[in-house]
């Protein structure tokens, strides 16, 4: 809803341009990463997977890049609509269950046409 | 269509007085969950359900109860509402365990509010 967004970081971005977020995670055991966005009032939906064993996945309009050795994700997404603004999270499923997955706390991309 | 259903949508209630909130799913699936979203905090798994019959604590289950008699439904009971079990909550589901598809499929949301 409304108030998921409130104390979150927020990239703001016109039309057309590539939107790049981020994420650290905290569990270099993990093995599965997923990003989910979120827009107002509704749940979370899933966006794009990638397993450890890879470092670069694309889909439609999005990349998720994986850096274990610092953490890291990333989500691109290409040509930035208005219709993309949303909270974005990032999940990761520690080795401690499985499709338990533990999410960071999100980032709010505004896109402006 | 597949999908997860919430009921209700929003709820307002007193402290003390036991509700339930329910889950259910229409795609078959072996693993169910249930996160609270929080500002500042993000979702946090309060319970989940690998099968029938199994269900396990997640990070925060303190003041919530689950059941899961049956594959499709999932809820979450609150035995003694308080103020700070005021939140977003959400259910999720997802496919049989041990195929390495850990996609979680949410529903809709249930904002309570505890006064």
């Known amino acids: 809803g409304e108030s998921v967004g409130l104390h979150l970081p927020t990239l703001s971005v016109q039309e057309g341009d590539n939107s790049i977020i981020n994420c650290a995670y905290s569990n270099s055991a993990s093995d599965y990463f997923i990003w989910y966005k979120q827009e107002s009032g509704k749940g979370p939906q899933f966006i794009i997977d990638?397993?450890?064993?890879?470092d670069k996945r694309q889909g439609q309009r999005v990349t998720v890049l994986l850096n274990k050795t610092v953490k890291h994700l990333s989500l691109q997404i290409a040509a930035t609509q208005p219709g993309d603004s949303a909270v974005y999270f990032c999940?990761?499923?520690?080795?401690?269950?499985?499709?338990?997955?533990?999410f960071g706390k999100g980032t709010m991309l505004l896109v402006s046409p | 269509e597949a999908q997860v259903t919430q009921n209700p949508r929003y709820l307002i209630t007193v402290t003390g007085k036991k509700l339930t909130v329910t889950c259910s799913q229409n795609?078959?699936?072996?693993?169910m969950s249930w996160y609270r979203q929080d500002p500042g905090l993000g979702l946090r798994q309060i319970y989940y359900?690998?099968?029938?019959?199994?269900?396990d604590k997640g990070d925060v289950p303190e003041g919530y109860k689950v059941s899961r008699k049956e594959k499709r439904n999932f809820p979450l009971i609150l035995e003694s509402p308080s103020p700070n079990q005021t939140s977003l909550y959400f259910c999720?589901?997802?496919?049989?365990?041990?195929?390495?598809?850990?996609?979680?499929?949410f529903g809709p949301g249930t904002r309570l509010t505890v006064t």
């Open positions: 999720a589901s997802s496919p049989t365990p041990g195929t390495g598809v850990n996609e979680q499929y």
């Open positions: 795609m078959n699936h072996e693993y």
């Open positions: 999940a990761e499923n520690p080795p401690k269950g499985y499709s338990t997955l533990t």
């Open positions: 359900s690998m099968n029938v019959e199994v269900t």
């Open positions: 990638i397993r450890s064993n890879m």
